[in-house]
């Protein structure tokens, strides 16, 4: 029987309502227990608020913390394989392609180099004071910049890669001297309750990482209003980022937002080559389930017909199956929802003057799991809905241009601003029209997921940023010392 929480350093049995969890590729429930109540959820506010005002975790030499730090990324490396099946089976990640190791591996890879990243931050400097400031009326003075812990942190979890954006969230968190209180998706909780048996392992100190699960969203809410909380980090839809800062904001709680994104993609003359690989990537991606993933592919009005035949072309062989199927490529969105909403902006597209160029709907043969066509939209402009809303799945937009200027342009009339990509030959043209898009990130001829470069949304797409040293020092309080 699955436990629904982790809680002080052990598991408990939930007291709320049944959780019920789907296989994407099947459409059936393959597990059911009960999550946590309110009660329960306030409970493990409260260990945490209690762990980290006792000094135990908080103020331990960071080397300290580091070692323990570093067994608790062993104990995770020898759950790989588990965190894997349950990934395939919960999120439909497809088991044998590059997401999958994007989902396990890479995070993997990088909780050392954050213990790392942590270990090359002062928790003390010095502000660069002019010498008329260091000298005052024959007094010299000196000004530090210490960096402390937050406290309380609320790591709200999402779905689609759920152990990736927990592993982001935990382990800075941790090393810099926070108790956390991790929250993984309703829909996919396996994955990242296994982090709690991996930190039982490792040593932490009970209470320094609570894990929990609920079947609605009471406790989330509770995580965001709770006055022992003083900080919350989210990623998911900006709909609930919205409510996130709303509900947060009576007690201005400090906040990370790594929320939604309607990423453009500019295909530069010289680049068109790019144009099938990059299309295809983007749908066979986690079945386009990835906030950062390019959706609106803008390239020469020119060239636009013959590209969307090539694109079309390029899809009728991509194999749609189980995630657990060694030779799919295309595995199956999250949900019965996140299908219908595939649809609906299909129809809405092509109700505001778009053409479906390949899929478009449910692919025959699989009604038994949730699985959707990839699907390249042909529209006439960018205010098309199927350009402006994000849909979360494997559906992109192509859009003619006239000039790079228009391509830039449409790029930018977006409400959100979580990546952007450019391609060209000619590197110093393209770096050129990147430097012109606004977005938390712009990939210039390629993309990077390092745990040395952060990344961030712009507008509607979040608040502050994840990875880097800024990720870092996000959760970290500042205080300045002044001293004569």
Not at 28 to 54: H, N, P, T, Y
Request: proline share 6%.
């Amino acid at each position: 029987m699955v436990k629904a929480g982790f809680i002080d350093g052990r598991f408990v049995a939930g007291e709320g309502a049944p959780l019920a969890v789907e296989n994407p590729s099947t459409g059936r429930e393959f597990a059911r227990f009960a999550g946590l109540s309110a009660q329960q959820m306030g409970q493990a506010i409260e260990s945490s608020r209690r762990v980290f005002d006792s000094g135990v975790w908080s103020e331990l030499p960071v080397a300290e913390r580091a070692a323990v730090m570093r067994r608790y990324a062993k104990a995770l490396e020898k759950r790989a394989d588990r965190i894997t099946d349950y990934i395939t089976e919960e999120a439909g990640c497809p088991r044998a392609t590059p997401s999958m190791r994007s989902q396990v591996q890479t995070p993997l890879g990088q909780a050392g180099q954050i213990i790392d990243l942590a270990l090359s931050l002062p928790e003390i400097e010095e502000n660069p004071l002019p010498l008329a400031d260091r000298i005052v009326m024959g007094q010299f003075y000196q000004s530090l910049r210490r960096y402390t812990p937050i406290g309380v942190v609320a790591a709200i979890a999402a779905y689609n890669f759920p152990f990736v954006t927990a592993l982001w969230k935990v382990f800075p968190a941790l090393i810099t001297g926070n108790t956390v209180v991790l929250r993984p998706s309703p829909l996919t909780p396996l994955a990242t309750l296994l982090m709690g048996e991996a930190a039982d392992e490792a040593g932490l100190p009970p209470g320094v990482l609570n894990i929990v699960t609920e079947a609605g969203i009471e406790g989330a809410r509770l995580l965001t209003t709770h006055e022992s909380v003083d900080m919350v980090a989210f990623t998911g839809s900006t709909a609930v980022g919205v409510q996130v800062m709303q509900q947060a904001a009576p007690t201005m709680k400090r906040l990370q937002l790594e929320l939604g994104g309607k990423s453009a993609q500019i295909f530069l003359p010289d680049a068109l080559d790019k144009v099938v690989p990059v299309a295809v990537g983007v749908c066979t991606a986690h079945a386009g389930q990835g906030c950062a993933l390019g959706t609106r592919l803008f390239v020469p009005e020119a060239d636009k017909a013959a590209l969307l035949e090539k694109i079309a072309a390029a899809f009728s062989g991509i194999k749609i199956g189980p995630a657990d199927a060694p030779d799919t490529r295309l595995g199956p969105v999250i949900s019965a929802a996140q299908v219908r909403r595939c649809e609906h902006f299909v129809k809405l597209a092509v109700e505001r003057g778009g053409k479906v160029v390949f899929g478009g709907k449910r692919p025959a043969g699989l009604e038994g799991g949730f699985y959707f066509e990839p699907t390249v939209l042909d529209l006439p402009d960018n205010d098309n809905p199927a350009a402006q809303e994000e849909i979360f799945g494997p559906v992109i937009a192509v859009i003619g241009y006239r000039d790079p200027d228009h391509a830039v342009r449409m790029a930018n009339a977006s409400r959100y601003g979580l990546s952007g990509y450019v391609y060209g030959a000619d590197r110093k043209k393209a770096f050129e029209v990147g430097l012109r898009v606004r977005s938390g990130t712009v990939n210039v001829n390629g993309a990077m997921m390092s745990t040395f470069v952060s990344a961030g949304g712009q507008r509607m797409s979040g608040l502050a940023r994840e990875r880097g040293s800024e990720g870092i020092r996000l959760y970290q309080q500042l205080s300045c010392l002044n001293l004569a």
